[in-house]
């Protein structure tokens, strides 16, 4: 198996979102992406981006996806956020994950970040395990908050 890391181009949005929706369905909420290309498009690859994202490829074929952004934590300082980190089912167990995410830490360093964060469901197992393997911590202690707009 041949797999290329690369960044996302615009023209890769059709791809990142399709993967986008089969995350949601793996993560037991299909009726919750309501994000668009054009929205994608704007969002990611307009004048003032507001996210990136990194592709796993397999003889031309996009076959994994990284999304993230950079915050500010008031307590460490500059963090990069993983949105979302993705494999499709028969690539997983392949180290397609791993690449995806040791570019995520790269990209993090070279950026001075102090940390990265994200989120997992408590339900996925072979996600905890992964981050585990990767040394993370988690905060059980603090809940997420959000306000629908």
Known sequence: MNI??????????TEILRLVKELAIFEKAPNEVINTESQMIKDG??????FK???AENKDRVIGFALY????STW???CLY????????????NGVGQMLFSEIKNRAKIENCIRINWQVLDWNEPAIK??????AEFDKEWWNGFINL
């Open 4 to 13: 290329i890391i690369r960044p996302a181009e615009k023209h890769d949005v």
């Open 45 to 50: 690859f307009g004048d003032a981006p507001l």
């Open 53 to 55: 994202c990194i592709l």
């Open 69 to 72: 952004y950079y915050r500010y």
């Open 76 to 78: 460490k300082g500059k």
């Open 82 to 93: 993983l949105e979302d980190l993705y494999v499709l089912e028969d690539f997983r167990q």
């Open 130 to 135: 992964f981050y585990e393997k990767n040394k």
